[in-house]
């Protein structure tokens, strides 16, 4: 895909990114089934939760036959297939948790695995892409976008827990399209030095990130922090920066040597970085090369865009340059807006991951199993990190600090 020209003749447009008017970066309308020489994919895919509990799913995969790629011809397919083929990967790595995982995914599902996603530009991997949003559909096809209407296509273990994840993760991304389809009008007004446009822009801008922020309170109604802690959170860790796993993965029929990718992590959603590109926050080395890395587990043209958004000429110097009050009040609300959504996933973060982690670390010392068996049970190599691999509480406070340091001086 070609990139959108920086050329101030040249209108910015969300056209080229596939960049849904209705839904930003959610997938519309995703496939619930894939061509019937596919079924037996989908069989295996829409059982995962129950053939892990079971432990039959890996010498299901062992049997499976292999298929070839090749009949997957439209978006919607490989997507399906990307996420079908996650979902059956995570569960076969993890099945016995962090003590017996697999060196090598076997060749039936390595195979094609590897194919699909050479073909989306994706990594061979569950992601955000996959797992929120491609992983949705309608109860009542004409019903309202919202909890009640909405399911997953696939499940991984957790139960409730993790549709109610999944969930409130996809409608945090639907409250950011509003925002979404103003950056190209800060962007143009910005090149035109319309600072009207560009202010009302950006006001509603603000009220989006603060409806993101709004979503994203509901995982303290549908998702249980002991469940998400104790049983689904390994299902989302990736085989990089992996102590269970310090060799990474053989992809068995694509190469010999292991591969390493990071887990699923909110910073794979491309919303962020384009907010950050947008109002020039800066982010230092460390935290800096985390985000650019994650950039890679997003859709190609997903991608692009925040790339495309960081070549455009700086808002935050135009806004200095102007003497407009409310263009000044716009662009700090949105900082403000933004450090406030950061403050809040710290929040969520420290809930769902930190006190638990303290919880089972103090039942492992005490060798207690009975009222907290659940987090007990929950990987050790962990407790301080994020699925992405990272550091998460010194992470998403430095990300936090940087978005402070945005505000006009």
């Excluded at 109604?221 to 299902?235: D, H, K, L, N």
Aim: hydrophobic share 40%; aromatic share 8%; glycine share 6%.
């Amino acid at each position: 895909m070609a990139a959108a020209s920086t050329d101030s003749k040249t209108t910015f447009s969300l056209d080229s990114y596939h960049v849904s008017e209705e839904l930003g970066f959610i997938l519309p309308e995703p496939l619930e089934e894939l061509p019937p020489y596919y079924q037996p994919w989908m069989d295996i895919a829409l059982q995962v939760p129950e053939l892990v509990h079971s432990q039959e799913l890996r010498s299901l995969i062992n049997k499976m036959p292999l298929l070839s790629s090749q009949f997957l011809q439209k978006h919607q397919e490989l997507r399906l297939a990307h996420l079908a083929l996650s979902v059956m990967t995570m569960g076969y790595v993890w099945q016995e948790g962090e003590n017996d995982t697999v060196e090598m995914l076997p060749h039936t599902l390595a195979v094609p695995y590897w194919e699909v996603s050479q073909r989306l530009g994706l990594p061979p991997i569950l992601t955000h892409a996959d797992a929120v949003l491609a992983n949705w559909k309608k109860k009542d096809p004409e019903g309202p976008f919202d909890m009640e209407n909405l399911e997953l296509l696939v499940n991984l273990p957790g139960g409730d827990c993790a549709r109610g994840f999944f969930m409130v993760t996809l409608l945090v991304e639907l409250a950011a399209v509003p925002a979404l389809r103003r950056i190209p009008i800060v962007i143009n007004g910005v090149r035109c030095g319309d600072t009207d446009s560009v202010a009302k822009a950006l006001e509603d801008i603000s009220q989006s990130i603060q409806d993101m922020t709004e979503a994203l309170k509901l995982m303290h109604a549908y998702v249980e922090p002991s469940v998400f802690y104790g049983i689904m959170r390994i299902y989302l860790s990736g085989w990089k920066d992996n102590s269970c796993m310090p060799k990474g993965l053989v992809y068995e029929g694509v190469q010999t040597e292991p591969m390493e990718y990071s887990g699923g992590s909110a910073a794979q959603s491309s919303l962020l970085h384009c907010f950050d590109e947008l109002l020039g926050v800066r982010h230092e080395k460390k935290s800096g090369a985390f985000l650019t890395r994650m950039r890679d587990y997003m859709p190609p043209a997903h991608k692009q865009m925040i790339q495309d958004i960081s070549l455009q000429p700086s808002l935050r110097i135009f806004v200095q340059q102007q003497a407009s009050e409310r263009l000044s009040q716009a662009f700090q609300q949105c900082v403000t807006r933004l450090l406030a959504l950061r403050s809040y996933h710290i929040n969520i973060v420290s809930r769902f991951i930190t006190v638990p982690a303290a919880r089972a670390r103090q039942l492992r010392n005490q060798s207690q199993d009975s009222e907290g068996e659940m987090i007990s049970r929950a990987p050790t190599a962990l407790e301080e990190r994020g699925t992405g691999g990272s550091g998460i509480m010194t992470f998403l406070k430095t990300v936090r600090d940087q978005t402070r340091d945005t505000f006009l001086t």
